[in-house]
């Protein structure tokens, strides 16, 4: 974990001031290890050089000293916690600024993909597009690093306008590449996890914690089943598309979905609510690009802690929404409590590198729609980031509703 902290994302610092504002610029995160650490340093360097020789007599570079303080910050807690605020708060006394500008670097297929992106404090949400090239090997990265200044600064001067307020209870999902899918040879892994292969998906909004049945109630009129208001909702795939569809045109939203029964299609471009897509829903199970360390359930290795389900056959029944622990997103129970819709039809995973996949073209003949998160019932193996299941009858009331949002510009619509 040190040698992760001072290599890959601590290496080097450097401050600069871009509209009346002191943005900490920390070097990128390197995972893979595509370039060594000399050729981070000097492409650290040249980045900061960039902005220098972009806006004369703005940039300055934080001292050593403040940057063996932000390391002794940072070693004093897990980076799974990184959006605490108590604890950004302590990391913005050292930095003296009020945001983070920071990158990452990684493979998708052959190419190398390289993100540049701008958070906000305390919370450490992204505030701006940011930007993204990819290339074909590490050397184009040097000669891309004008394009990269030139657009995370046009991002600044045009104050987010692409990504706009965050609807309310919702949080910004900031797009990235990440490994889907479970190595064999796991206790945890059932065949249908299997091969792993990388994904990426755009950025997106997506919901705090499943949509509660006085939420249901208030958009259609009527109880999914008895109960409390802050538990949430149990319904089949089809009322959940209903769902979707009359909440968005209540808040003015252009609804996603279109047709009926077998023949339901989505608009991606439109701006209203939609179930996770199933890449989004692990993505957003697993920290997005917020964490830097990998958990077996969405938060934690430690089930109890963040969610609700059978242990050791004492079973449950759905709990209010929130009362466990959310993931590095603040998201809540995206491990257990109730089994979550997502939209895709059903089908094999295979080593095919993807970006922004929705599912198999067709479907079986129960027209199989995946169900993600397991519930107050599942067993440890079927609350994992990773397992999959499906319901082959989406009329039937079987699982629960987490919304999601496209967001212009970013191309996850």
Not at 52 to 79: C, H
Not at 296 to 319: C, F, H, L, P, R
């Amino acid at each position: 974990m040190k040698k992760f902290l001072i290599t890959a994302l601590f290496a080097l610092i450097g401050a600069f001031a871009f509209s009346q504002e002191r943005i900490a610029v920390l070097s990128f995160e390197d995972r893979e290890e595509i370039l060594t650490r000399n050729e981070m340093d000097f492409f650290y360097q040249d980045f900061i050089n960039e902005f220098r020789n972009r806006s004369p007599r703005v940039v300055s570079i934080t001292p050593r000293e403040d940057l063996a303080r932000l390391i002794g910050v940072e070693m004093d807690f897990q980076l799974s916690e990184f959006a605490a605020r108590e604890k950004t708060a302590a990391m913005n006394s050292v930095l003296s600024g009020t945001q983070i500008l920071s990158g990452r670097i990684g493979r998708v297929g052959n190419n190398i993909r390289i993100t540049v992106s701008i958070y906000s404090y305390p919370d450490l949400d992204v505030q701006y597009g940011g930007a993204t090239r990819s290339v074909s090997n590490k050397e184009a990265l040097f000669t891309i690093i004008p394009e990269l200044v030139g657009e995370i600064q046009n991002e600044i001067a045009g104050r987010g306008s692409r990504v706009g307020a965050i609807p309310a209870n919702f949080v910004h999902v900031e797009g990235g590449t990440f490994t889907m899918g479970s190595p064999q040879g796991n206790w945890r892994v059932d065949r249908n996890e299997t091969p792993q292969h990388q994904v990426m998906v755009s950025s997106f909004y997506m919901s705090r914690h499943e949509v509660t049945r006085a939420e249901w109630q208030e958009v259609m009129g009527r109880r999914s089943i008895p109960g409390g208001d802050n538990l949430p909702v149990i319904v089949s795939w089809y009322d959940a598309i209903d769902y979707c569809n009359r909440r968005s045109l209540r808040e003015g939203l252009t609804p996603v979905y279109r047709g009926s029964g077998d023949n339901i299609t989505a608009d991606w471009n439109a701006n209203g609510y939609r179930l996770p897509t199933e890449a989004e829903w692990e993505y957003a199970a697993k920290g997005g690009n917020k964490d830097l360390l990998i958990f077996t359930y969405s938060g934690s290795n430690n089930a109890a802690t963040v969610a609700w389900y059978s242990d050791y056959g004492k079973k449950y029944n759905v709990q209010p929404v929130g009362i466990k622990l959310p993931n590095s997103l603040g998201i809540y129970d995206m491990s257990g409590n109730a089994r979550e819709w997502c939209w895709d039809l059903y089908g094999d995973y295979t080593d095919i590198p993807k970006f922004n996949p929705r599912g198999a073209s067709t479907g079986n003949e129960y027209n199989s729609r995946v169900v993600r998160g397991g519930g107050v019932e599942s067993s440890l193996r079927e609350i994992t980031n990773t397992s999959r299941s499906w319901f082959p009858y989406p009329f039937q009331s079987a699982a629960g509703i987490r919304l999601v949002r496209g967001i212009p510009g970013t191309g996850s619509r």
